[in-house]
């Protein structure tokens, strides 16, 4: 394959790009293309100063009376209202809490609980193999809590595994290892027809595709905040409850901040009304505040398009980054783990490779090319070594990607990759 | 009652105080007396450099490598490490993590566990009346999903209620009310003797007061990061469990940063050993650098003393503030809710007041006196509205004693507090 596709081609579409400004938001270092906010967000540049407004006149100077005068009791509440319309939400029907794990557990819990009164012959979680494993450890451990069934399957085997004994399907809505993108409507509706509730991790999604929760008819939701929203190492998580379900059930993590009347200091539990109650115990301030400089981006953003617009230009830039692969790098045993079709692919794209993948990933981050790599299942199944590289459009650029290919096609036209500091194996997000 | 103190003789004990200097640590505001810090902890001097050097470099322009380079991975662990000689636990035993709501899930999950496949007819959970509220309500989730029974009683009702059909007497160490602390040592064997497991919650006693959580042969604990530990608004909270218990139980937050070998991406959970399964997802590292910086102080003062010095000074503040209160603000109505004998008292100070103990906390606020309030029953019961006020013996001298009383006597002799300013009631820490 061919590409008539040059470096000053991609440069004039930074040129005329409406949302090239964003990247002015963003404290990106200099000489770094960064490929790799699928699994740390770059840091807005306000945060900075904002975590210093925190740390020291809010908490240094302002102390206890903060959780008032700085309205950090809300907190919580006003992110996730600000987080709301990037994944469908209404207005109350979020907080930014805790982490997605945690999440998870309060909402899997919920949808557990309500589809076992409704019919309790309900006994199984159907999830994805290839689901991030975090998301199976919890519903593993709530259907060993439980004497539940967790049921991993592929994706092509959903519709068949809607069965009458499946009360909830926990999906994450773009996978972690490959881009791929499930049609949340469609599959929701399916499993609706089938009496099964839904639960739908948007870590790869928030900030990164429209979603549209309420329009998809979707029960429970939650989400990361670290990721393409660009809140922070470990960022707080958000969680989201379709209204119609919110005020149903108690949450297993009833603590104080999601209590009716918290500071009245009753001891028996009455949990707030609507998603407020999905809350648990107090929150680490300095790091929400910090998430709220990355929602505020977001918020930038609206007057460019917003979400429509952003995901208008992750395609334009995954789709140059494939062509670009496959014209400059042809002959190097690449292959492609991310959809061609638009509807299917998230904002990254995932290049598997026999041999190697962890040593190119390595080789191209020594050249400040960073993406990431995730193991695969060492070739006996169907899951290969992954080299990952998210496509955050806030701050990438055309040139960005043609860069990171010429870089990618250095590496493997010298066979770089093959030096042994690139092949030594250790701890990797 | 009658006092020879005088203001002289404070400040000569702060010239003689040989912790004195620990104060340097902290951006205490000018003109500020702050007897809160058992609510919000004030911020140490380094938390703001720490923090911006996490935003700016580790975050900003290291970006996803600092979870190697800076070692994000293992803060939680390490930040446990640092905090274990504060609560007599040992290298390896405590992890920062969660909130301690959060954790209290955690541990009182898997002490039922573990009561309940020893001796299932075990089914209640004791507890204090008033216990912090938080604590209640998560005991009370959990008895709600497991069909167990949770039973709140008065402190001296305790002995009695150690019966067979216990699994778990949960209690907090220092009650946040009163300051009453109990004898964890006696208290635990009391429980051990009648075969029931015991879960302390430290949040008013870690940095506060020495705890021995492996002398007193207790099973599980929890406790808060942002009170005497000074790290910051809703600063991540802590866990231990006995070496003896750690590996016997998953913890229901199964989580992948709990799992053996988290970036095996493994579809499956495997507990890692020890206290590190009691991790579940990613940490808010902002806001886990800030706590750092408190427990740095109190690493400092290792120097100086540490923990058995700083109880000594802590005893001789509030006996000075109750010595004061009760000569200089005689007549005026004020009770002693806090218990005179040392062994029983925490690092606080609680009045009571029949009526106007709100407006008296407002009106000292007002004169940057900064304790709090906290309701009580409404007089129909042993619970009086009660005047707050916390010395942490890091950063209170025995001068801010003198002048505190000072300001109480003036608010009350001018009846300053009947104020209407001071009597309009809103929401409080």
Known sequence: MTTSITLQDCQARDAADPLAPLRAHFALPADTIYLDGNSLGVAPRAAAERVAQVVKQEWGNDLIRSWNSASWFDLPQRLGDQLAPLIGAGPGEVVCTDSTSINLYKVLSAALNMAREDSPARRRIVSERSNFPTDLYIAEGLCRERGLELVLIEPEEIPAALTADVAVLMLTHVNYRTGAMHDMAAVTAAAHAAGILTVWDLAHSAGAVPVDLNGAGADFSIGCGYKYLNGGPGAPAFVWVHPRHADRFWQP?????????????TPDYQPAP???????????IISLSALQCGLDVFTAAQALGGMQALRQKSLALTDLFIELVEARC??????????????????????????????IVQALIARNVIGDFRKGDGGAGRHKDILRFGFTPLYVGFADVWNAVEHLRQVLDTAEWQRPEFNQQHAVT
């Open 253 to 265: 993590l009833s603590g104080w901040w999601g209590h009716a009347a918290p500071f009245q200091f």
């Open 274 to 284: 609507g998603i407020t109650r999905y809350l648990c115990g107090t929150q680490p």
């Open 330 to 359: 042809a002959g190097h045993g690449l292959g492609l783990a991310t959809p061609r079709e638009h509807a299917q692919r998230g904002s990254q794209v995932c290049l598997t490779r026999d041999i190697g993948a962890y040593a």
